[in-house]
DNA sequence: CCTGAATTAAACACTT
DNA sequence: GAAGTGTTTAATTCAG
């Protein structure tokens, strides 16, 4: 299996060079090719390419490799979300007649979204002693065994990684395995996040994952909960649309008799503490279950949450067994502690992070909801910021972590601002919305600017702009071709490869771009930008669709979350959604450079620019700025590029501008 | 469906 | 002549 999607991978990559556009890459390839017909060397050009990429991957590189089985790792996590997402409806469906062992309190609690769930209710449901009690006891238990089971693993893990590591230097003739190899690592990497994120779950307390899968990756999830829905799920009348009455009935009886939020909640009590028969092979219990067989409890009751309706629910394993005592010693045996355990039991420790990610990703929009309702939440983020730092800061071992960058732990291939439009968007850097409306370069850069130095992945930005902020970014506003190109590939992993692709692309644009102005030096040629053209270029997507000025203007300020705007979270993860500034209603500043850039303020925040001034800019004047921005460009257009770059901030940049490029160049361009 | 923007590829001219 | 730089054209894709 490993062998045949390796290769098919494989064959795939060449065009989409970094595994993310494959498709279009493709299909552009062919295209040209056979569109290129008419243009005989076109067409020959195309085909040569297509050769060339052929090549570089029969030979591909210990990146290359990395890289792609990093994709392919997501894959498999991906598959596995779906399975679990549809898993889902039946959470607690396992057994909590046996005595439940030490993983069902999670269980059963996790059903209930304690994070939902106010102190208040919480005490409403149990009495304060109880509830102490209850709590101090599972998580003791919960941290004693994974911590117990981390240790052991930690210690196997290392072990393998280095042997694995010195059986992967060796070179061609055993490259599967090395693939192999190669691969694992990335799991036992993603197992060790998984790991750790459940004792964080435990440390703060009745987290489980549950509710996460509930409220599924919008992304991903095919039937995703909608945040209006959480309620109902709250309520415990199980995951809209999914057969899951069988397993809340059970556990409503077994634990409570009743299925209501408080009851359920109160399950745990009984929950008597260890007996366990071995040490849980992992910390989930919960997440498990069969997507299908969930609804039909028939036999044996277990006490194991990998157990149930008779069969290991070990992911991809179903092996029947007759009783317990039998799936014990399945589990003992097949499930050991190797290689390919560890390795399923990282894609489910990555399933669970995305989950997580996007518990944390709902409830922060929950957060700005309320906040903007002027409604105050209860609970202040229960864990939702915690999910994103536990899973890199609480990392103890710090054995196999990916030393590229700091968001690359969390999000292993997309910034963490910039949703997936880099993963499983179509193209590679085509038709970035972001680059349109919502991100801001300079501090979407700003703030990712690790990720793109480290990570192999396309920056979410036209080349324009990319050309537009290297400049920018050096003190006299101008760089030479080869500077350009340097900051291009320093700050980008993407662009170290691939080299005659983009550095002609930066040419054609170059050139292409009146806002770019060739400047004779007396070093030679150099390049600046015409922030005024730069504008004039942008500004009429906005004009034309007012409509669309508008959701924006609502989306930036937490207006209603129109269906269109839930789309394009759901799609495209918008930087401008997921930033952490714009996550929080009250900062405005994280709003201004946002908005400042692509709605073009010619004054970008740079680090030197002498004549205009950066610090200005506030919020009044950017909303201002941003409906009316338009119509300076525009008149600007048809009148000469005088000093009206508009009311709306005027004085700021446009002068300044122009002196710079009178200064510059002497009048001659600016046609 | 049309249009504009962006990307990619390629040819060509010019300079070093 | 090769390499780098700059310009231009064309094909394609995508979003509005």
Redesign the pocket.
């Given at each position: 299996m490993m062998v045949e999607s390796a290769s098919e991978t494989i064959r795939s990559a060449p065009s989409g060079q970094n595994g993310v556009?494959s498709?279009?890459?493709q299909?552009?390839?062919?295209?040209?090719?056979?569109?290129?017909g008419?243009?005989g060397?076109?067409g020959?050009?195309?085909?040569?390419?297509a050769a060339a990429g052929a090549d570089s991957n029969g030979e591909m590189s210990p990146a290359d490799l990395l890289h792609f089985q990093q994709q392919q790792a997501l894959q498999v996590a991906r598959q596995f979300l779906l399975q679990q997402a549809s898993g889902l409806s039946s959470p607690g469906n396992n057994d909590s007649k046996q005595a439940a062992s030490a993983v069902q309190v999670p269980v059963s609690v996790a059903m209930m979204s304690p994070q939902m769930l106010t102190p208040q209710q919480m005490q409403q449901i149990l009495s304060p002693p109880q509830l102490q009690a209850l709590l101090q006891q599972q998580q003791a238990l919960m941290l004693q065994q994974l911590q117990e089971y981390y240790k052991k693993q930690q210690e196997q893990l290392h072990l393998q990684l280095l042997t694995q590591q010195q059986a992967g230097k060796q070179p061609p003739k055993e490259a599967l395995g090395n693939k192999q190899l190669a691969f694992q690592q990335q799991l036992l990497q993603m197992q060790q996040l998984q790991q750790q994120h459940l004792l964080n779950l435990q440390r703060q307390g009745l987290v489980s994952l549950q509710p996460n899968q509930a409220s599924g990756p919008l992304q991903t999830l095919p039937q995703a909960v909608c945040p209006t829905d959480l309620p109902q799920l709250w309520k415990g009348e199980g995951a809209p649309g999914q057969p899951a009455e069988d397993s809340v009935k059970q556990e409503g009886l077994d634990l409570t008799g009743t299925a209501t939020t408080a009851t359920s909640f109160a399950a745990p009590p009984k929950v008597s503490p260890p007996l366990s028969h071995h040490t849980l092979p992992n910390g989930q219990p919960t997440v498990l279950t069969p997507r299908r067989d969930s609804s039909s409890h028939e036999e044996t009751p277990s006490s194991h949450p990998l157990y149930g309706h008779g069969e290991c629910k070990w992911p991809g394993c179903e092996t029947l067994c007759e009783d317990l005592g039998q799936f014990i010693k399945h589990l003992n045996t097949e499930h050991a502690l190797d290689d390919r355990s560890t390795a399923q039991c990282r894609v489910q420790m990555q399933v669970v992070q995305q989950l997580e990610i996007q518990l944390a990703k709902e409830s922060e929009r929950l957060q700005a909801m309320m906040a903007h309702l002027h409604m105050r939440p209860s609970e202040p983020k229960p864990f939702s910021q915690p999910v994103t730092v536990s899973a890199a800061d609480s990392f103890p071992d710090g054995l196999v972590h990916p030393p590229t960058s700091a968001a690359a732990p969390v999000t292993p291939l997309r910034p963490p601002g910039l949703g997936s439009a880099s993963l499983h968007?179509?193209?590679?850097?085509?038709?970035?919305?972001s680059?349109?409306?919502c991100s801001p370069i300079s501090s979407e850069l700003a703030q990712n600017h690790e990720f793109y130095k480290n990570a192999d992945v396309?920056p979410p930005?036209?080349?324009?702009?990319?050309i537009r902020q290297a400049i920018l970014e050096t003190p006299d506003r101008q760089l030479?071709?080869?500077e350009i190109?340097n900051w291009f590939t320093r700050m980008f992993a993407y662009f170290r490869r691939?080299t005659?692709?983009?550095?002609?692309?930066v040419?054609?644009?170059?050139?292409?771009?009146k806002c770019?102005v060739?400047v004779e030096n007396v070093k030679?040629?150099?390049?600046t930008v015409d922030e005024r053209e730069y504008q004039k270029?942008?500004p009429?997507?906005m004009t034309?669709?007012p409509t669309?000025v508008k959701n924006m203007i609502s989306s930036l300020s937490y207006g209603a979350l129109n269906a269109s705007y839930q789309a394009a979270l759901a799609e495209s993860s918008f930087p401008i959604l997921n930033s952490p500034g714009m996550l929080n209603p009250g900062s405005t500043s994280s709003l201004l450079p946002l908005s400042h850039d692509d709605v073009g303020a010619p004054g970008e925040p740079l680090p030197s620019n002498g004549s205009s001034s950066p610090p200005r800019l506030s919020p009044p004047q950017y909303s201002h700025q941003v409906q009316v921005k338009e119509e300076p460009a525009e008149a600007e257009e048809d009148r000469r590029p005088g000093p009206a770059l508009g009311p709306p901030n005027p004085s700021t940049a446009g002068p300044a501008e122009d002196r710079d490029l009178e200064e510059e160049l002497p009048g001659e361009e600016l046609s």
């Amino acid at each position: 299996m490993m062998v045949e999607s390796a290769s098919e991978t494989i064959r795939s990559a060449p065009s989409g060079q970094n595994g993310v556009g494959s498709l279009s890459g493709q299909a552009d390839g062919s295209g040209s090719g056979s569109g290129a017909g008419a243009a005989g060397t076109a067409g020959g050009g195309a085909g040569r390419d297509a050769a060339a990429g052929a090549d570089s991957n029969g030979e591909m590189s210990p990146a290359d490799l990395l890289h792609f089985q990093q994709q392919q790792a997501l894959q498999v996590a991906r598959q596995f979300l779906l399975q679990q997402a549809s898993g889902l409806s039946s959470p607690g469906n396992n057994d909590s007649k046996q005595a439940a062992s030490a993983v069902q309190v999670p269980v059963s609690v996790a059903m209930m979204s304690p994070q939902m769930l106010t102190p208040q209710q919480m005490q409403q449901i149990l009495s304060p002693p109880q509830l102490q009690a209850l709590l101090q006891q599972q998580q003791a238990l919960m941290l004693q065994q994974l911590q117990e089971y981390y240790k052991k693993q930690q210690e196997q893990l290392h072990l393998q990684l280095l042997t694995q590591q010195q059986a992967g230097k060796q070179p061609p003739k055993e490259a599967l395995g090395n693939k192999q190899l190669a691969f694992q690592q990335q799991l036992l990497q993603m197992q060790q996040l998984q790991q750790q994120h459940l004792l964080n779950l435990q440390r703060q307390g009745l987290v489980s994952l549950q509710p996460n899968q509930a409220s599924g990756p919008l992304q991903t999830l095919p039937q995703a909960v909608c945040p209006t829905d959480l309620p109902q799920l709250w309520k415990g009348e199980g995951a809209p649309g999914q057969p899951a009455e069988d397993s809340v009935k059970q556990e409503g009886l077994d634990l409570t008799g009743t299925a209501t939020t408080a009851t359920s909640f109160a399950a745990p009590p009984k929950v008597s503490p260890p007996l366990s028969h071995h040490t849980l092979p992992n910390g989930q219990p919960t997440v498990l279950t069969p997507r299908r067989d969930s609804s039909s409890h028939e036999e044996t009751p277990s006490s194991h949450p990998l157990y149930g309706h008779g069969e290991c629910k070990w992911p991809g394993c179903e092996t029947l067994c007759e009783d317990l005592g039998q799936f014990i010693k399945h589990l003992n045996t097949e499930h050991a502690l190797d290689d390919r355990s560890t390795a399923q039991c990282r894609v489910q420790m990555q399933v669970v992070q995305q989950l997580e990610i996007q518990l944390a990703k709902e409830s922060e929009r929950l957060q700005a909801m309320m906040a903007h309702l002027h409604m105050r939440p209860s609970e202040p983020k229960p864990f939702s910021q915690p999910v994103t730092v536990s899973a890199a800061d609480s990392f103890p071992d710090g054995l196999v972590h990916p030393p590229t960058s700091a968001a690359a732990p969390v999000t292993p291939l997309r910034p963490p601002g910039l949703g997936s439009a880099s993963l499983h968007s179509g193209g590679p850097a085509r038709r970035r919305s972001s680059d349109k409306f919502c991100s801001p370069i300079s501090s979407e850069l700003a703030q990712n600017h690790e990720f793109y130095k480290n990570a192999d992945v396309r920056p979410p930005f036209t080349y324009a702009s990319l050309i537009r902020q290297a400049i920018l970014e050096t003190p006299d506003r101008q760089l030479t071709l080869n500077e350009i190109y340097n900051w291009f590939t320093r700050m980008f992993a993407y662009f170290r490869r691939n080299t005659a692709t983009w550095k002609n692309a930066v040419r054609h644009n170059l050139s292409l771009h009146k806002c770019f102005v060739r400047v004779e030096n007396v070093k030679g040629a150099v390049w600046t930008v015409d922030e005024r053209e730069y504008q004039k270029r942008r500004p009429p997507k906005m004009t034309g669709s007012p409509t669309l000025v508008k959701n924006m203007i609502s989306s930036l300020s937490y207006g209603a979350l129109n269906a269109s705007y839930q789309a394009a979270l759901a799609e495209s993860s918008f930087p401008i959604l997921n930033s952490p500034g714009m996550l929080n209603p009250g900062s405005t500043s994280s709003l201004l450079p946002l908005s400042h850039d692509d709605v073009g303020a010619p004054g970008e925040p740079l680090p030197s620019n002498g004549s205009s001034s950066p610090p200005r800019l506030s919020p009044p004047q950017y909303s201002h700025q941003v409906q009316v921005k338009e119509e300076p460009a525009e008149a600007e257009e048809d009148r000469r590029p005088g000093p009206a770059l508009g009311p709306p901030n005027p004085s700021t940049a446009g002068p300044a501008e122009d002196r710079d490029l009178e200064e510059e160049l002497p009048g001659e361009e600016l046609s």
